[in-house]
Structure formats: C-alpha cells, structure tokens
C-alpha cells in the first residue's frame, strides 16, 4: 500500500534551517509530482511547494519563496523540503502528499522560538 512518512521536524530558533524528508513506498515514486503542505494551529492547510517526477519544475507559495527548497530523490523514493530563515510564522505541521488520489503523510511539527 501506499505510504509516506514525513520525518526531520523539530524545535529551532528564528534564523535557523531545518530539512523534512518523506520517505515513500508502495507506488512508483518516480512517476508523480509531489507536494509538501502545511497546517499551523486554527489555520486551513495550504499547499506550499510542489515539484513535478523528474524533479524539472518546482512551485512555491509566495510566502517561501527564496526560503524553500524543494527536491526528491528518485533512486531513494523521498522527497524533501529544506528550510531556511524560519520564522515563527512558519510553525505547523507539515505534510507529504500526492495528488493523484489524495494520499498524505502523518505529518511533522515544525517549531520555529526562541
């Protein structure tokens, strides 16, 4: 079966970097665009980077671009997000997920205080 498992959240300070990892199984990784999202506490989840299977094109949301980078590993099956100059702005749990029947990780807290 399909399964995604978000790992590399945590607590950092303002400033700080952090790089999540989705390990992925169970389908041909390579095959599809990837997304990771997000969910801060009270807030609706918003889309905040996609890239497409070979890894050619990448979206952001406006709110990390130059901050975000997304990227994947097709010989590996994981997809990541590596973050830089977080803000607090940026805590909430952040999730893996493909578009093509609506599968999603369990998630990761992100944690951005001093």
């Known amino acids: 079966q399909v399964q995604l498992v978000e790992s590399g959240g945590g607590l950092v300070q303002p400033g700080g970097s952090l790089r999540l990892s989705c390990a992925t199984s169970g389908f041909t990784f390579s095959s599809y665009t990837m997304s990771w999202y997000r969910q801060a506490p009270g807030k609706e989840r918003e889309l905040v980077a996609t890239?497409?299977?070979?890894?050619?094109?990448?979206n952001y949301a406006d709110f990390v671009k130059g901050r975000f980078t997304i990227s994947r590993d097709n010989v590996k099956n994981t997809l990541y997000l590596q973050m830089n100059s977080l803000k607090p702005e940026d805590t909430a749990v952040y999730y893996c997920?493909?578009?093509?029947?609506?599968?999603w990780g369990q998630g990761t807290q992100v944690t951005v205080s001093s």
């Open positions: 890239i497409t299977s070979t890894g050619g094109s990448t």
């Open positions: 997920h493909r578009r093509i029947l609506n599968y």
